[in-house]
C-alpha cells in the first residue's frame, strides 16, 4: 500500500438481500478496482432473503467450514497487501469474523475494519466476557477502520483511537433531479420508505399521518416497504382504521429498481422515524435528497450529520408523534421552505454523496491508511 495497493482482498457480502450493507459492499468493491490493480473478495452469504438476515440457522453453521477453506485458499495462493473487512455485530457473525480474522493475523495480512453496522459499545457494555473479548480481539487487532460519519466513531473507539478511523460516508448513483412540480399546501403527498419493522419508525408514521390528517384532510401518505411480520402488519392497519386514514394512505408493498426513483421524484416530503438500533446512516435519506425532498428523520447513528436540522429537513425524536407532525405541518403549508429544503438537500447530496464523491473519499482513505502501515512498519523495525 505504499503507493498504489496492488493486492486487495475484501471480505463482505453482495446483494441479494437488498440492504445498506450489501450495497456498499459491491460499490466499495466497484471503487476499488477503479483504484487499486488487483481486488479479490469472499463473500460471507449466510442469507439470501432479507427474512434470514440476523437469524441463526444450521444451514449457516453448515456454510462455515466451505468459507473457511475458501478464505484460506486465497490467503495462500493471493497472498493480499491488505484485506477491507465488512465486519459484523450480532455474536454469531461476530465469532465467525473472528476465525477469518485469526487466519488474516496468522498470515500476517494487515486487516481494515469496515463499520457498516453499530453495536460494538453497547456489546463491550452488556455482552458476556466471551463476547468481549471476541469483540476485543477483532478491533484491537485491526490497523484501522473505515466508519460512515464522525457520531460512528464513538462506537468502536474504545479499541480503535480516532487517529485509526477515517470517515467514508455512504453514497448512491446521481441522477437529473426532478423536474415536477411541487405540489401545493392541499395536494402534498408524503412518503415513507424502509423495511417495516416496528424499530423503523412505520408505526411511529402512521400515528403522524393521523395528527396532519386531522389538520388538513387533503394530504396524501405512501407507507412503502417488506413486511417481514404479520402481527405487526395486523397492527399497523388497526392503527390506519383507528386513524381514520383507510382513504388517504396508500401501502404498495416493497418497492425497487426504477419504480422507488418514480415514487421519491412524486412525492413532497420524506418521512423516516427510525429508532432501530443498528442504524447507522439510512441510504434511503440519500435517495430522498437526490429527488430534491426534504427529509425528516431522527437522531440515529449519523443522520444528523446526512439531515442537517432546519437546513435539509428536521431532526426528531421518533416517539415524539407531535413534534413530527408539527415540523410535517411546518413543511407542508409552507411551500417556499419545502421548495428551498429539498434544493438544499439536492446540492449537499451532489457534493458529498455521489459515487464520485465517494470514490474521491475512497482514494483519500487508501493514502490514510497507508501512511498508518508505514508507520506500524516503521515501529516494528526499532
Request: proline letters at 5%.
Amino acid at each position: 500500500m505504499e503507493q498504489r495497493p496492488m493486492n486487495v482482498l475484501i471480505v463482505g457480502q453482495l446483494p441479494p438481500p437488498v440492504h445498506g450493507s450489501n450495497v456498499m459492499t459491491e460499490l466499495f468493491m466497484q471503487s476499488m478496482e477503479k483504484i487499486v490493480q488487483k481486488v479479490t473478495i469472499i463473500e460471507k452469504k449466510f442469507s439470501k432473503q432479507q427474512e434470514e438476515v440476523g437469524t441463526l440457522t444450521l444451514l449457516k453453521v453448515t456454510k462455515v467450514p466451505g468459507l473457511i477453506l475458501k478464505f484460506l485458499w486465497q490467503l495462500i495462493k493471493n497472498k493480499p497487501d491488505v484485506c477491507f473487512y465488512f465486519i459484523s455485530v450480532s455474536s454469531f457473525s461476530l465469532v465467525f469474523d473472528a476465525l477469518l480474522i485469526a487466519l488474516l493475523r496468522l498470515f500476517g495480512v494487515q486487516y481494515i475494519l469496515y463499520c457498516h453496522g453499530k453495536g460494538f459499545r453497547e456489546l463491550e457494555l452488556r455482552a458476556g466476557s466471551h463476547m468481549r473479548y471476541v469483540a476485543k480481539f477483532v478491533l484491537t487487532g485491526a490497523l484501522g477502520g473505515l466508519v460512515l460519519g464522525e457520531k460512528l466513531k464513538h462506537d468502536v473507539n474504545h479499541y480503535l483511537p480516532d487517529r485509526r478511523l477515517f470517515i467514508l460516508p455512504n453514497a448512491i448513483p446521481n441522477s437529473a433531479p426532478p423536474q415536477k412540480e411541487p405540489g401545493t399546501s392541499r395536494h402534498v403527498q408524503i412518503l415513507y420508505l424502509s423495511n417495516l419493522i416496528p424499530s423503523k419508525g412505520a408505526m411511529e408514521f402512521v400515528k403522524m399521518a393521523g395528527m396532519v390528517r386531522r389538520a388538513i384532510p387533503d394530504v396524501k401518505f405512501i407507507l412503502a416497504g417488506n413486511f417481514r411480520d404479520n402481527i405487526f402488519l395486523r397492527q399497523i392497519h388497526d392503527c390506519i382504521d383507528q386513524e381514520k386514514l383507510r382513504d388517504c394512505m396508500d401501502i404498495p408493498g416493497a418497492i425497487y429498481g426504477q419504480d422507488k426513483e418514480k415514487l421519491f421524484r412524486k412525492s413532497d416530503l420524506f418521512v423516516f422515524p427510525t429508532y432501530y438500533k443498528y442504524e447507522t446512516f439510512g441510504l434511503v435519506n440519500l435517495e430522498a435528497m437526490r429527488s430534491s425532498l426534504p427529509i425528516i428523520s431522527t437522531p440515529e447513528g449519523a443522520i444528523p450529520e446526512v439531515v442537517c436540522d432546519g437546513i435539509t429537513g428536521f431532526i426528531v425524536d421518533p416517539h415524539d408523534i407531535a413534534l413530527m407532525s408539527d415540523r410535517v405541518l411546518k413543511l407542508v403549508e409552507d411551500l417556499e421552505l419545502r421548495i428551498a429544503m429539498g434544493k438544499a438537500g439536492r446540492r449537499r447530496f451532489e457534493q458529498y454523496y455521489t459515487i464520485e464523491a465517494y470514490e474521491a473519499k475512497l482514494k483519500e482513505a487508501i493514502q490514510f491508511f497507508s501512511l498508518l502501515l508505514q508507520e506500524k512498519r516503521y515501529t516494528a523495525c526499532e
